[in-house]
């Protein structure tokens, strides 16, 4: 392991929410929602206003606490094994996995169908925040979700997905577009959600896709 890989490890686990533990002999997750990684909330609430996201430690575990606690069908959640309201932490089940590939982009299509079809948007869709374990799909972090049927608010989803998953195939353009096209047979967007992916409101966070990889996007939904 390289310097700089050992140096990226150690301040993603000094600054992360999220530890791994033991507790009785058996792995957990434990999530602090006051750590100091936690304070780029604070500037992303400030700086889009498009989604309504929300900084507050205790409002953050509650959302991701009903999110969890809701039974999906089309996809799983980790099982929450113990919380605290006034120390705001929640401790989860370990899950082994993988990060999504573009091969499972039809997964999460159908995954984020379902959630936006129960009235409930997420916020924050990066690619990171979903897990394939034993071929299931399962949402690992949903600290922002909310309820909402807005349809701003589920292109909104959908846009933040795709830019994560641009950079994540930054130099892959063809499976960028295959993962795409994969989630969007899957998901099946309305008109509607496919124009405002584009909307004049999420420019400042548009400005930030890659140009290739945009154009792509707005082929592959509005074919």
Known sequence: MGLATTLER??????????VSTVGGVKVIIKNYSSPYSIKWYFITTAFFTYPYVADPK?????ELDFLLTNWKGF???????????EPSLTREFLEGREPE?????????????????????????????LISEERLYVIDAEQSTSSDSSELKAWDLLVLFLFTAYKYFNDLDQFERGVQLFVDAYQPTSDVSKLVFSAKNAFLLAF???LHGRAVQRILNS
């Open 209 to 211: 896709m890659p140009i």
């Open 76 to 86: 799983s959640t980790p099982k929450v094994i113990d919380f605290d309201l006034d």
């Open 59 to 63: 409002k953050r575990l509650s959302r």
């Open 10 to 19: 150690l301040i993603r686990e000094t600054y992360s929410q999220s530890r």
């Open 102 to 130: 573009a091969e499972d982009m039809k997964l999460l299509g159908r995954g984020l169908r379902e959630i936006h079809d129960r009235g409930v948007v997420m916020g924050d869709t990066k690619v990171e925040n979903f």
